[in-house]
């Protein structure tokens, strides 16, 4: 088990220096930071010097291993864009990423699973032909015009809901910033976390229906209605229950994806989190955001599939009973 | 409406009991909060770290300057009453400053607090610094006058004032920020989200990019203005900013998206108000090279003066005006904006496209085939930038000018002027000190110092370049105004320019407000008025 854990420990300290060393080298076909920063007065030595004030004149070996060597104690720098320091805004924005792939996450779940089944169940209905016709669209329609679409007709024409922002929000602690608990924060929720999660929402829905109808199938549920058990009974008990392993592996690692694709969401909305951040750093060259967002995500995946794999032991016994096994 | 009544209700009864309720019901019977939304944020709240637009729009709420600048562009008194050139020595600036002014923390706005803040905004790493270069040295006389002294007599020196904000000393020295924020410091300074300035409203909330709340500062010297809470949101989403206005979420809208300029005008409850912007948009070129990196010519066709006329001929300005602008442009043949000093209606007038005679000129002058060249542009600064470029692509082919069009973002652009690496590009320039020879300076000047850093044509003309630095002290401003003249004439003449059009700027809000568009696009909220 702990040979295992460090195994894995490692490979993902390796993935995440190849995704510092792959960003880094992208870095250097963004542009140059300096015309942002400085006015349009400047004079070309001053541009000069303020580039070498900040090592990017210095080979690229040379600036990948300055930040290394920073990154590890936690120093991402200075924001070139916004003067205030990387890890604190970076700090300062993740929960309301957080909050929102939290809330997206769980409902593209609950209505997929849900959607998932009743289509499986009522083969053939008209609602389930309507709802399998709509997610049709969930998974065409680019989430760029999904949002534009929503902030029109539930902000502009009914306005029902905010087209833009977090709403009010209130500091837990002095770290955490939530929009949960106060009423125009859980309204400016549903928007966005709709546009989110909507894409996941009809994969965990088609998921679900394809593993239901086969597992519906199978010769024990055959022998389960044989039985004389009820409907309820073989369907959730039984049937549902054997779908959900492939089911929650995906959604575990859709997790991964709500979160680091969440900055067109977050753009659409104007949601203050770290991926609209980043959107806003690409634009002017903010170097010290984007190594740390990109490292910041590499790291959320690379946790997210660390656990995955430990649940797989710990779920899967002939996982371990191969290893016992060779052991002897 | 409704939802600010409430709360100014709530206040009101919270502060019930206590002495002030009098006073509280005084002010809550006009209190008005705007919210407003444009693209951007503010990069910084320090008044000296950043020249930037969006920057100092919202600082002019928080800081103010010595001189302002009005909607038609003159200058306005603000916290310098009077000011002028000494009558013993033309090198000095003579500024009055105003009695009675106090900053926000309440402590009272001396002569030192504008020497120190001048000082600041002149030594690096301040942003302003460069339009301070010529100062030798700041001082106070007496408690209400500043003597600016400049290495030579500068008659314009107040034009660089309008956005050189005014902070306390004794603040500044208490929190650490003496000096502007340092980028390579790697270290964040105080001045960067907190503010003690003399403006009409203080800063109550700040969280950048999100939302900042400024509040009207009731020991302001001028009148109190309509506006008594702003709260401002930056919307980087051109759909979602107009939704939110349509929506009611806001009040103002300082970017509006071109093509949605006509839908917003037509929606009830909504209104635009446009203006000319402080910004043109022109071609230039590399007139001077012997041979062109992206040609296929053996030599550089862009020295000819016969190509050049060619170019101007094949520029539909129109064209670009009503297709790619949507009628939101001034086309014009000068890159200055018609309320700059040097400005003549002459200067502005452009012919009918040629094509014809575009094309025979091009043989004329040696390529009887054409010839190819790569035009760089970029796509995410300016108005319609990359469109506008690319109806340039097709209007030069018909003069057999084959353009191959490589349009990128901004940061990847702008270092190929710099870096003398493109041959044709497009820019955009602004004149903030409301006179031409800022444009001469950077645009037409040999790059050499502090001179030429956006000159991207390699054009130098030494007899120019005297004319130029002559401006910057010529205190008979008729005589100098003549010699401006002059300049423009063998620009033109020379043809190192070639303009599209000045932007124009529009405001979207909803009905019973009025804001006037500003120039620099920095709309003050103290001058919006509610019917």
Known sequence: ?328 | MSMKLDRTGVRARLMLGAAAVALAFAGAANAETLRWARVADALTLDPHSQNEGPTHTLNHHIYETLVGRAVDGSLTPRLATEWGISEEDDTVWVFKIREGVTFHDGSAMTAEDVVFSLDRARTPPSGMAALHAAVEEVTAVDDTTVHVRLSGPAPLYVQNLTNTFIMSKAWAEENGVETAPNFAAGEEAFSVRNTNGTGPYVMVERDPEVRTVLQVFDGHWADAPAVTEIIYTPISEAATRVAALLSGEVDVVQDVPVQDIARLEQTDGIKVVRGPENRNIFFSYDMTSDRLASSDAEDNPFAKPEVREAMALSLDRNAIRQVVMRGESQPSAAPLPPFVNGWTEELDAFGEPDYARAAELVAEAGYPNGFSVDLNCPNDRYLNDEAICQALVGMLARANIRVNLVSQTRSLHFPLIENWETDFYLLGWGVPTFDSQYVFDFLVHTREGSYGSFNGTRYSNPDLDAKIESLATMTDLDARDAVIAEIWEEVMEERIFLNVHNQMLAYAMRDGISLDVHPENQPRMTTVTFD
């Open chain 1, 1 to 328: 088990m702990l040979a295992f854990i460090l195994r894995r420990v490692l490979q993902s300290v390796i993935v995440m220096l190849t995704v510092a060393l792959v960003a880094f080298a992208l870095f250097r076909f963004v542009g140059d930071p300096i015309a942002s920063m400085v006015g349009q007065e400047a004079t070309l030595a001053e541009r000069m010097e303020l580039r070498e004030a900040l090592g990017l004149n210095d080979p690229f070996i040379v600036q990948f291993f300055t930040f290394l060597s920073r990154a590890v104690v936690g120093d991402f720098g200075i924001s070139y864009r916004l003067q205030q320091p990387v890890m604190e805004l970076i700090l300062s924005r993740l929960p309301a990423t957080l909050e929102l792939a939290l809330v997206s996450g769980i409902a593209a779940f609950v209505f997929g699973v849900g959607f998932g089944v009743y289509t499986a169940l009522r083969r053939g209905g008209w609602a389930s032909s309507s709802i399998m016709t709509v997610s049709l669209i969930g998974v065409s329609l680019p989430t760029f015009l999904i949002g534009v679409l929503l902030i029109w007709v539930f902000a502009v024409e009914l306005q029902w809901l905010p087209s833009f922002g977090r709403g009010d929000v209130v500091d837990l602690g002095g770290w955490w910033r939530t929009g949960f608990l106060t009423e125009s924060g859980r309204m400016s929720m549903i928007l966005p976390a709709i546009t989110l999660g909507l894409y996941q929402m009809t994969l965990i829905m088609r998921l679900v229906r394809a593993e239901m109808l086969e597992v519906l199938r199978a010769d024990y549920i055959k022998f389960a209605r044989a039985r004389g058990l009820s409907n309820r009974a073989v369907n959730f008990g039984h049937a549902l229950k054997n779908t959900l392993v492939p089911v929650i592996t995906i959604t575990g690692l859709q997790l991964g994806s709500i979160i680091a694709f969440s900055i067109i969401t977050e753009t659409v909305f104007q949601w203050p989190g770290v991926g609209a951040l980043f959107i806003n750093s690409v634009r002017f060259v903010d170097v010290p955001v984007m190594a740390a967002y990109l490292m910041l995500i590499a790291l959320v995946f690379v946790v997210i599939n660390l656990i995955v794999d430990l649940l797989y032991y710990l779920v899967d016994p002939r996982l371990r009973l191969d290893r016992s096994a060779a052991g002897h």
